[in-house]
């Protein structure tokens, strides 16, 4: 079965700092993957997901992740952090059977300024 | 287009009242998802269906709660005698086409629903 585990329930940086949040995912088959933003109230944004394409996947407001089969990871980079930045992180992989998504717990980033 | 609509946005219940949460995928979808999110929790799979069909409900429980996606109409969570235990976030996501298909974007997420149960 597959799963996801994240490391860090909470995260802070400083305005400018490199944003680093870890996933680590478990599955028995070549998985799809996904990251998502959740701001205050609102429901989840896809920010980018690899689907066996290229390993280092870009995605929205400067966010990339590489998958690294080696070591079962998916994490969510950022060069530079923003105030608006700060939300909740969820690293999701797809069920091997495809018809759902199994979320991590969760990454709240915080940004100071 | 609009995106997936939920309703309504917050639900006050009292023990052992019904609770019902509609949810209208875009225009387009027949994959809906159902989601919940405890406090200080991440997302909870519940429930997936494809027009008029449960296909995956292995996140429900096995009591108090059903789900169904008509042909006609929206996508309905209902929850029968409500505990303080089920006070939570219902997320329901939409998709046209499965997940593991590759030309397949990704979920589109509604709002959600905050049901808080007295």
């Known amino acids: 079965a597959q799963s996801v585990t994240q490391l860090g329930s909470h995260v802070s940086v400083s305005e400018g700092a490199l944003v680093l949040l870890r996933c680590n995912y478990s599955?028995?088959?070549?998985?799809?993957l996904f990251w998502y933003v959740q701001y205050p109230n609102q429901g989840l944004q896809l920010l980018l997901k690899y689907t066996s394409a290229a390993t280092l996947v870009k995605g929205i407001n400067g966010f990339e992740a590489e998958f690294k089969k080696s070591e079962t990871s998916f994490h969510l980079t950022k060069p530079s952090a923003h105030m608006s930045d700060a939300a909740e992180y969820f690293c999701a992989v797809s069920d091997n059977q495809g018809g759902k998504l199994i979320f991590g717990q969760g990454t709240e980033l915080s940004v100071k300024p | 287009n609009a995106g997936v609509m939920q309703n309504p946005r917050h639900l006050v219940r009292r023990r052992g009242q019904e609770a019902r949460l509609r949810c209208s995928p875009m225009?387009?979808?027949?994959?809906v998802y159902w989601y919940r999110q405890l406090p200080e929790e991440g997302l909870k799979f519940m429930v997936y269906l494809q027009k008029e069909n449960i296909i995956d409900e292995s996140g429900m429980p096995k009591e108090r709660f059903s789900a169904e996606f008509p042909k006609e109409g929206p996508s309905i969570l209902r929850i029968q005698q409500v505990v303080r235990g089920d006070s939570a976030a219902y997320f329901c996501?939409?998709?046209?086409?499965?997940?593991?298909?590759?030309?397949?974007?990704?979920?589109?997420f509604g709002s959600g629903t905050q049901l808080s149960v007295l």
């Open positions: 599955s028995s088959v070549p998985p799809y």
């Open positions: 996501a939409s998709s046209p086409l499965s997940l593991r298909d590759p030309t397949n974007e990704k979920l589109f």
């Open positions: 225009k387009g979808h027949s994959h």
